[in-house]
């Protein structure tokens, strides 16, 4: 049974494609819609724990020599730190939920970490945007497989 969901999994962890490429590509493959969501958004909701984390512990010693690296922290930093400083988490939260390429919980979580905030909060926040996300990319994804006349699961 779960192994059926390996491709939304591995689609969903990608940095790019998130549950943005993860949900469409579960309904195109006529899983449970609600199976794809569900997994889709704990999924993505997961990824902050390695990226938070995994900076906290490897950003000082090893990423930060990575020229490519810095250049993207320092990218993201300044697309969404005004926002997030003006409405803190629901700042954060809104950057996660725009289902657009680099608004995601990778980089809502990179910001997070980059701007110092408070784990807990800011796992809640990316979970509340990723949350929005999920909603705007399944009624998306839904539309668009009754508009192409396949309905969900072929129907």
Known sequence: MLSEFWPVILTTMLPVAELRGGIPLGFALGLDPLAVV???????????????????????????????????????????????????????????AVPLPVTGAWTGTAIAWLLGLEWKRSFLSICLGVLVASTIVTAASWGLMFSLGNGINGG
């Not at 250049?71 to 409405?87: D, F, P, S």
């Open 38 to 96: 569900l997994v889709a958004f704990i999924v993505n909701c997961l990824v902050f724990f390695p990226i938070f984390f995994g900076l906290r512990l490897l950003y000082k010693d090893v990423l930060v020599r990575w020229d490519f690296f810095h250049r993207l922290m320092n990218r993201a930093h300044q697309k969404a730190a005004g926002h997030v400083e003006r409405w803190g988490i629901l700042g954060l939260a809104a950057f996660v």
